[in-house]
């Protein structure tokens, strides 16, 4: 296989899928409508898009952070890392979710919301990811004391393993927006 055709990863659908991602296809498919092409890539490897689509559920299900919050997180993460697919395709989401448009321009665009709340989520998020989750002190306790907890704070870890996922096999696969994703 050259390298050319190496590097090129194909966005799966459920017919060309290998047999032990395909139910996690349909799960996704049922519960979204559509299958995100970053799903479609993960597909390649039965592993990955079951990680994936279970860290996504256990944080959707179990977590502290509301679902604004972790629209919030999400954005923050994926901004850091560059993602320009995860940050296009939250940005729809957080508005389905409710997240208003003033938080997420500011988070697109790199910036903390003028929520104080919000802004203290983005600003840990941020660190957490920067400082590969070397956080001091000091930067706990302002996280706390803008109303969080340590629940919070571990699911948000969580959240950027989940963002992890996608935001890397985004850049290695370059993969293509969604038309339900895009501006």
């Known amino acids: ?6 590097n090129k990863y194909t966005v799966h659908t459920k017919d060309t899928a290998p047999e032990a991602s395909k139910p996690v296809l349909e799960q996704v498919e049922q519960a979204f409508g559509f299958i995100p092409n970053v799903v479609g890539v993960l597909a390649e490897s039965p592993l990955a898009v079951a990680a ?55 988070l697109q665009e790199g910036r903390e919301p003028d929520d104080a709340k919000l802004a ?33 704070l571990l699911d948000l870890i969580s959240i950027i393993a989940l963002k992890t996922i996608s935001n890397y096999t985004n850049h290695i696969a370059q993969t293509p927006l969604d038309k339900a994703f895009s501006a």
């Open 120 to 152: 203290a989520l983005s600003r840990i998020a941020r660190l957490l990811v920067e400082k590969r989750g070397w956080i001091d002190e000091d930067a706990q306790n302002a996280f706390f004391e803008a109303g969080y907890e340590k629940a919070h």
């Open 52 to 106: 994936y689509a279970t860290v996504n559920g256990l944080v959707e299900e179990k977590s502290a952070l509301t679902p604004q919050e972790q629209q919030v997180a999400i954005l923050t993460i994926s901004k850091e890392n560059g993602c320009e697919y995860c940050v296009a395709a939250h940005a729809k989401v957080a508005g389905m979710k409710e997240v208003p448009a003033e938080v997420v321009q500011a």
């Open 1 to 6: 296989m050259s390298t050319e055709a190496a």
